[in-house]
């Protein structure tokens, strides 16, 4: 669908002095998350009225991933109640919100695949059960002994058997569906590599007993089933240990589309109004959209004037003027007049579902990235598998017992026992430590991606600025004292909630300036307002209204403050005189210009981005020492803009707070949420900055460097272990007499597990740099 800019953002370029004072309505600390919940809010999230039908997000639709990949656990999907949520080959259709309650706890990635790992902790401390009889009968690798030796019965190893087979196919059952899932996919990670392990300490084991039990050999085969009770509880505390660290994921696009209504007023053709579903609305259909309420759909306005908050498209707190003609967008908030409007876009045509088409396609493009821990994984697998395979043919002349054994023990030693806890502890201490520092981070791929960081690209609104209006200046016209300006601005302001509003008062509240509230005051559209005060009247308006009645003003002091980015709203008697002026304006956030400077010195180029106009933008821009600034952008634009730097091979963040940021924030190789912005930049953030302080991303910064450096540091003491037990275990050195027995092996195993647990104990918040 198109959006005309002039038409959606009509200030746009033009001055922003034409700004009308009541048409700008600004969200609290921007934040959209605030805003009420009848125009926000379908119920407890309810989706289920909304025209799903055309809610299909193609190409790289969420529905459209395996479900092999994104396993609900007990939940079966295909009883789901959505009867119009259709995701192209996946019928979703019938699924229930109730039942889709995929806790960002339960899921993971690896080598790039959603793994659905179940309720980990449950499946942790049941698999300790199921583990405790075979640590304490099962034969410690390579030895002949168990902690409880009750002689070698085979009804004894029958038990044992038993529990192996529980602990595998419950305890390990995470991993053999993630396993599947990548080898679905070609891309064999960690996953596969725990699942070689376990599958052939299992299945050997079983083999043990057999032999043993009922044939006898002259040795005796050894089990592995130690082992396999070992690196089953260590993977699934190691998992825990990350998804207890990680946030839940949350769900962007359903409160995404929780920004409609859920139902509209529909004028039919006897000019009669029925309140309809949103999902029954039709293209062509005429609205009528009341003040105060959500806009259901896109549509032309065809009778009406009003001022809309577009906030949801340009991240603006100021409103948009709109008349006969203009486009209005699903989504957005009518502030004052009845509007009549003509359906142009509903479902997938509508805007806020290309938007979120925006947001699932980022999504699903950054999943796919491989973390370092999985290549490391991926590698050691095709090693294991090359190195077990040749010592079983080079051994083989020596029996095909031994060959066998010899085989086995590499693909057992190859189980990453250090590996998968090496970068589980380190996420977990340093969440626990960015949680310390004011961050929240919700996805370790963040952490990784900084290394290479070249742009820090930042939203204006909310993020470099308060986005909370405050009294710049007061100038009163000759004859009359700045107290008696601001006292008349907060009488007839008084009863009002409107932001600019509200500064007025508090500045008149700071000044300790008296008022008694006007009389009959009356909304002007598209002008301002008026009312009586001791029997006066009087008005406030803007100098769109000042310039069409041809009234004489200081129309440079005026035109000055506005390309400053203030707002300018002026004071009239009964007899047109202007009695003085008052400008508001946007702040810039405390640390927003140390900010500037420190990532500037890291030689890393902050970016503006802004749905604000040109002159608003450059003053922000040039007080900040931002050099590279873009203004007027739709979500769309700014998304464009970051694939543009990134298809330049140039590694970016993005700071956002609204949901105008939300596909950036997703597209981008790091997204950072201001926490005081809306749920649904929150849920498509990877960082989210708790404190609302631009300095936080130092913080962010100096924490990933120093996690970065632990992670690798404890990738070498995990797979290091690998890559000599490997080759040691295949017998390489077996011509000169040394070939590694399990229970070394076991032995340097556990030592390296130790190892990594110290080193990432070693993080601490004393290495994180202050931001003074």
């Known amino acids: ?71 609900m656990d007990d939940h079966d999907m295909s009883k789901m109640n959505h009867d119009h949520m259709q995701m192209d080959d996946h019928d979703m259709s019938k699924m229930d919100h109730s039942q889709m309650q995929m806790d960002g706890h339960d899921m993971m990635m690896h080598g790039g695949q959603m793994m659905h790992m179940g309720n980990l902790k449950q499946k942790f401390w049941a698999s300790v059960v199921l583990a405790l009889p075979v640590l304490l009968l099962a034969p410690i690798m390579g030895l002949d002994r168990a902690v409880f030796n009750f002689g070698d019965s085979w009804v004894k190893n029958l038990l044992i058997i038993g529990f192996d087979a529980a602990l595998y196919f419950y305890g390990g059952a995470p991993f053999l569906k993630g396993a599947k899932a990548e080898i679905h996919s070609k891309e064999p990670a960690m996953m596969t590599l725990i ?41 699934l505390l190691g998992h825990w240990i990350e998804m207890n660290a990680m946030m839940g994921a949350g769900n962007a696009l359903q409160k995404m589309a929780a920004l409609l209504p859920k139902t509209a007023h529909v004028i039919t053709a006897d000019d009669q109004i029925v309140e309809t579903a949103v999902a029954q609305l039709k293209k062509g259909q005429l609205l009528q959209i009341r003040a105060g309420e959500s806009v259901p759909a896109d549509g032309v306005i065809t009778a009406g004037t009003s001022a809309l908050n577009e906030s949801l498209v340009t991240g603006e707190a100021a409103a948009v003027k709109k008349k006969i003609g203009d486009q209005v967008i699903g989504g957005s908030i009518n502030n004052n007049g009845t509007l009549t409007i003509k359906i142009t876009g509903t479902g997938e045509s509508g805007y806020l579902a290309q938007v979120m088409k925006l947001v699932a396609q980022a999504q699903q493009a950054k999943s796919k990235a491989e973390t370092t821990a999985d290549k490391v994984a991926k590698y050691l697998f095709y090693a294991a598998l090359i190195v077990g395979i040749l010592a079983f043919f080079i051994w083989l002349p020596q029996g095909l017992a031994t060959a066998l054994a010899r085989m086995v023990t590499v693909f057992v030693i190859a189980c990453p026992h250090a590996l998968g806890v090496a970068i589980p502890l380190v996420v977990a201490r340093s969440t626990s430590i960015g949680a310390q520092n004011g961050l929240l981070l919700r996805n370790r791929q963040a952490v990784a991606a900084s290394r290479q960081l070249s742009h820090v690209f930042l939203d204006k609104t909310g993020t470099l600025t308060a986005g909370k209006f405050t009294v710049n200046a007061i100038l009163p016209a000759q004859g009359i004292t700045e107290q008696e300006v601001l006292a008349k601005f907060a009488a007839l302001e008084s009863t009002s909630s409107h932001p600019l509003a509200q500064a007025i008062l508090t500045a008149a509240k700071g000044k300790n300036v008296n008022f008694v509230p006007a009389q009959a005051v009356k909304t002007l559209p598209g002008i301002g307002l008026s009312g009586k005060i001791a029997d006066k009247n009087y008005m406030i308006a803007s100098l769109a209204y000042l310039k069409k009645q041809q009234l004489a003003f200081d129309e440079k002091t005026a035109l000055d403050l506005a390309a400053h980015g203030n707002s300018i709203s002026f004071l009239l008697d009964a007899q047109q005189r202007v009695l003085g002026m008052i400008a508001e304006g946007d702040q810039i956030k405390t640390g927003a210009s140390q900010l500037i400077k420190q990532l500037q010195a890291q030689q890393i180029t902050p970016v503006m981005l802004t749905g604000d106009n040109q002159q608003a933008a450059q003053q922000i821009a040039k007080q900040l020492g931002i050099k590279d600034f873009h203004a007027g952008l739709l979500p769309t634009d700014k998304q464009k803009i970051i694939r543009q730097y990134q298809a330049k091979n140039q590694h970016v963040m993005m700071v956002g707070d609204g949901v105008n940021d939300a596909p950036s924030l997703a597209a981008a190789d790091i997204g950072a949420a201001i926490g005081a912005g809306t749920d649904v930049a929150l849920d498509s953030a990877d960082v989210i900055l708790v404190r609302s302080d631009p300095r936080d991303i130092l913080n962010f910064l100096s924490l990933a460097k120093l996690t970065n450096r632990k992670m690798i540091q404890n990738l070498w003491w995990g797979a290091g272990y690998n890559i000599v037990a490997l080759p040691l275990a295949a017998g390489i050195l077996a011509p000169i007499g040394i070939v590694l027995d399990p229970a070394v092996g076991a032995v340097v195993m556990a030592l390296s597990t130790v190892v990594v647990a110290l080193n990432a104990m070693s993080l601490t918040p004393a290495k994180i740099k202050p931001t003074a």
């Open 195 to 235: 699942t070689l392990g376990i599958s052939v300490a299992f299945f050997y084991s079983i083999y043990a007993f057999i032999a043993n039990s009922f044939f006898h050999p002259t040795t005796m085969v050894m089990d592995f089933s130690f082992e396999l009770a070992t690196l089953i509880l260590i993977m």
């Open 1 to 71: 669908m198109k959006h005309n800019k002039e038409s959606t953002q009509q200030q746009g370029d033009h001055d922003i002095s034409k700004m009308n004072h009541h048409s700008q309505m600004q969200m609290d600390d921007h934040d959209m998350g605030k805003m009420n919940h009848d125009h926000m809010k379908m119920g407890n999230h309810d989706m289920s009225e909304m025209d799903h039908d055309h809610m299909q997000m193609n190409d790289h639709n969420i529905g459209k991933m395996n479900h092999s990949q994104m396993q």
